[in-house]
Antibody, heavy 118, light 110 residues
Framework: EEQLVESGGGLVQPGGSLRLSCVAS????????MHWVRQAPGKGLVWVSR????????TYADSVKGQFTISRDNAKNTLYLQMNILRAEDTAIYYC???????????WGQGTLVTVSS | QSALTQPASVSGSPGQSITISCTGT?????????VSWYQQHPGKVPKLIIS???NRPSGVFNRFSGSKSGSTASLTISGLQAEDEADYYC??????????FGGGTKVTVL
């Protein structure tokens, strides 16, 4: 069974950092582009970042550029999101999601909640 | 990277057809046929229901269909059922090598 499982969320103070992880199983992780998508409480979906199959190419939403870093470890079937200088507006459920070619986003994790508050 | 424009809400009676629009620009919806639609029930994970404008993944009911004209994509739900009550989002690849979502549409079955 194909599965994506996020972890690493929690409560962090403004200005703090957090690293999210997403472990993939049941499919050839190293052959897929992977993404992070977030959803603030009661709000809509917002695309955050994507990384290509071998990690050599990344893109970011303007709102997180220079603040977040996406990476992956294909040997561990794991996707990461390093989040720095966190602000209250970064509070959201963070989902990892997969694109199968242009079939985006065909698989989602259950999400991990990040709360930025003092 | 402005969000795609969707109506905040759409409603219909069981059995009716409804259409949700998703309006972008020549830099996203109008540039590529890489528009997808997602269904999200409260407290649940989004589910892909249409990809590449009009492709329905395996297991998605054929009452869901997608189309595109210029910079506006549309999702039509035919034969509306109670279980279709959910939030619906569109997304598109953009000329900046990024993705963008619509603001979401709440579908209510009367």
């Amino acid at each position: 069974e194909e599965q994506l499982v996020e972890s690493g969320g929690g409560l962090v103070q403004p200005g703090g950092s957090l690293r999210l992880s997403c472990v993939a199983s049941g499919f050839a992780f190293s052959t897929y582009w992977m993404h992070w998508v977030r959803q603030a409480p009661g709000k809509g979906l917002v695309w955050v970042s994507r990384i290509n199959e071998d990690g050599s190419s990344t893109t970011y939403a303007d709102s997180v550029k220079g603040q977040f870093t996406i990476s992956r470890d294909n040997a561990k079937n794991t996707l990461y999101l390093q989040m720095n200088i966190l602000r209250a507006e970064d509070t959201a459920i963070y989902y990892c999601a997969r694109c199968s070619g242009w079939n985006c986003f065909d698989s989602w994790g259950q999400g991990t909640l990040v709360t930025v508050s003092s | 990277q402005s969000a795609l424009t969707q109506p905040a809400s759409v409603s219909g009676s069981p059995g009716q057809s409804i259409t949700i629009s998703c309006t972008g620009t020549s830099s996203d919806v109008g540039a590529y046929n890489y528009v997808s639609w997602y269904q999200q029930h409260p407290g649940k994970v989004p589910k892909l229901i249409i990809s590449e404008v009009s492709n329905r993944p395996s297991g998605v009911f054929n009452r869901f269909s997608g189309s595109k004209s210029g910079s506006t994509a549309s999702l039509t739900i035919s034969g509306l059922q109670a279980e279709d009550e959910a939030d619906y989002y569109c997304s598109s690849f953009t000329t900046s090598d990024t993705w963008v979502f619509g603001g979401g549409t709440k579908v209510t079955v009367l």
